[in-house]
Every structure is written in C-alpha cells, then in structure tokens.
C-alpha cells in the first residue's frame, strides 16, 4: 500500500511538474527588435512593419512583443540584411535588391525590369514556387524572408529635362536601384543608390538629375515635381515586393503557435500595404493633377523602350551564365509570368483597353 501510495505521489508530482513547465512556456513573453530601411514618417513602407508588430501583439495576447525601429534609430537603413543575418535584430523589413551585391539570388525577390504585375508575383510567390525558392535562396544566411509589402507598377522617375533619346540619357547622373540601374547605366547614365531621406536635396542641389521613388502616393510629400516636372512612366519595377527578414534561429525558439501568428500577420499587413499604397496613388495623383499642371507625364520613346529591354536582356544573359540558382530563379518568374500574362491580358488589358 505504501509502495503503491509513493508511486501515485510521484506520478502526480511529474504531471503537475510538467504542467507547470508548460503553463510557463505558454506565458513567457517573447521581446523582439525589428530594423527597417525606412524613415518613421515613410508612409505606407512604415505601415507594413508596424501593423505586422501590433496584429501579432494583440493575437498572441501580448506573448510576442515587436519593437519597430526606423532607420533614423539604428542608423543603417541599407545594412538590415547584415543586421538580421549577425543576430542584431530578430527581424529586419527592407527590400532584396538593395543587398544583391552581397548574394545575387536574391534580386528577383523584389521586382525585375519587364517582369510580372503585382497579382501574377502574388500568385507565384504563394501558388507557383516562389516561397520555396526564395526559401531556398536565403537558407545559406540563416535568415527567412516573406512577402513585405508591393507597390505595384512603380513610375519610371523624375526628370530635369524631357528624355527624346537614348542620347538624351547619356551622361545623366540617377538614382536608380536593383537590376534596373545596370540596365541604365549600360546606356551611359551614372547610376546611384541614395537613402530616402536625402533624395529631394540631392535632386534640388543637381547632385542628380533624375531619380526614381515609387508613385504619386508617395512622391508627391518629396516634393520632386518642383524641381524635375518630367515625370514618366514605369518599365523597371512592376511589383516592386517589399521583404520581411526573420534571423531563422530566433524564429525556431520560437512556439508553434507564435511562429504561425508572425507569418499570418507578415502576410496581412504585407497585403494591407499593397492596397493602402494604391489608394494613396490614386488620391495623391487627383491633388496633383489639379494643384501642379507644371508636371508632365511622359512615357519613354520606342527607341528608349527598346534600347532597355536589349540592354536587360543582354545583362541577364551575363548575370546568370554562373549562377544557377539565379537562373532557376529567374526561369521561374518567366514560365509563370507566361502562363499568367495571358490571364492578365484578357482580364485586366483589354478591360481598360475598351473601356478608357
């Protein structure tokens, strides 16, 4: 009988240890850092990033906490990729492109020149292998990275003078990133990459010519219609996808329940800012087009047009000759974009087409 009374004892002991464990896992409070390329002010690229941390705060009942940190924070709004790879943040909330120096295979994450809409990324990132891909191109790092964010159909930029040319664009000094500033500069432009925060000085003071940013949502607070009225049409970023990086060993210590609450909140407040960035376009070119009649809206010549697209398919050609995983990459985005441009065509094209 004592025997049989000890071993209920201890039984009862290492169930009500075990569930003291558990109920201490279920309560403890994880604190994260999250690093983002953007400014506070820098709306709706801040939005995604700070929506994400409040949508997992409140579905987690405050279990999984994000502290948001703008560029002017942690003062190194191009170094996030390095920073979530080295374990400085848990999370990081930029775009792939800025950091293809350091790994090639991540480019196309973004957006390429001439390459698929928005909903056909969507669609490929989600339904057509994309996240595997995109998996596998950022496991050598040790970091996961998720859909951020699309601005759509980005504005080909902000020039000083009208482009007639391919001539016209030699010589001229342009902030441009990604793939689409190789392209620009194998037509004799000088290319740069200048941080948000310093774009409208170095335009006002002729540091640069022109310069690229996103659409009228946004542009039109930079205030670069004062200074360069030519303002043209997009070519070089279609779907330009915003990134979520997550260090994958914090991800991993992570419970299974707080893992799924992360990547659903990513994946909402990814959406919520694709929308939210249309709405501010639409909005924002109605102002414009009343209060600034000096802007003139211009697509680039045929000859222009046809003279990028050599120039991008000639540098594909050479980018990916030793690179084989870029190559899937890219053979990916082009099948699917096949398959789906067709979609695109008859649902989207031809309904504007009859009906402007």
Do not use: C
Not at 30 to 50: R, S, V
Not at 116 to 131: N, R, V
């Amino acid at each position: 009988m004592l025997k049989k009374t000890a071993k209920l004892l201890v039984t009862s002991s290492l169930v009500l240890g075990l569930a003291s464990t558990a109920a201490t896992a279920a309560e403890k409070v994880y604190k994260w850092k999250l690093a983002t390329t953007w400014g506070p002010t820098l709306h709706p690229f801040i939005d995604a990033p700070t929506n994400m941390a409040k949508m997992v705060e409140e579905m987690s009942d405050g279990q999984l906490q994000i502290r948001v940190d703008a560029s002017n924070k942690h003062k190194s709004a191009f170094g996030i990729f390095d920073m979530v790879k080295g374990g400085q943040y848990d999370m990081g909330h930029s775009a792939s492109y800025y950091w293809k120096g350091k790994d090639i295979n991540t480019l196309p994450f973004t957006t390429m020149p001439f390459g698929m809409t928005a909903p056909e990324q969507y669609a490929w990132f989600y339904y057509g292998g994309g996240m595997d891909l995109m998996k596998k191109a950022y496991a050598p790092h040790g970091v996961l990275s998720y859909p951020g964010g699309n601005t759509g159909n980005q504005m080909g930029g902000w020039f000083r003078k009208e482009i007639n040319s391919v001539e016209d664009l030699k010589g001229l000094k342009m902030r441009i990133p990604g793939f689409a500033g190789e392209v620009m500069a194998k037509l004799g432009l000088t290319v740069t990459n200048i941080a948000p925060g310093e774009l409208y000085t170095s335009l006002e003071r002729g540091t640069i010519d022109a310069l690229e940013w996103v659409g009228p949502g946004m542009d039109i607070k930079m205030g670069f219609h004062k200074i360069a009225p030519f303002y043209y049409t997009g070519w070089h970023e279609p779907a330009t996808e915003l990134q979520f990086l997550v260090n994958e060993k914090k991800f991993n210590k992570l419970p299974k329940h707080l893992q799924s609450i992360l990547v659903t909140a990513m994946r909402v407040s990814a959406y919520d800012m694709y929308i939210e960035n249309y709405d501010m376009s639409g909005t924002a070119w109605s102002q414009m087009e009343s209060e600034y009649p000096n802007i003139k809206i211009k697509t680039f010549p045929k000859e222009v047009m046809d003279a990028m697209k050599k120039a991008n398919d000639e540098l594909l050609v050479e980018m990916t000759k030793d690179q084989p995983l870029l190559k899937e990459v890219l053979d990916s985005q082009k099948a699917y974009m096949k398959k789906a441009r067709k979609w695109t065509e008859m649902s989207d094209y031809l309904f504007l087409k009859d009906n402007l």
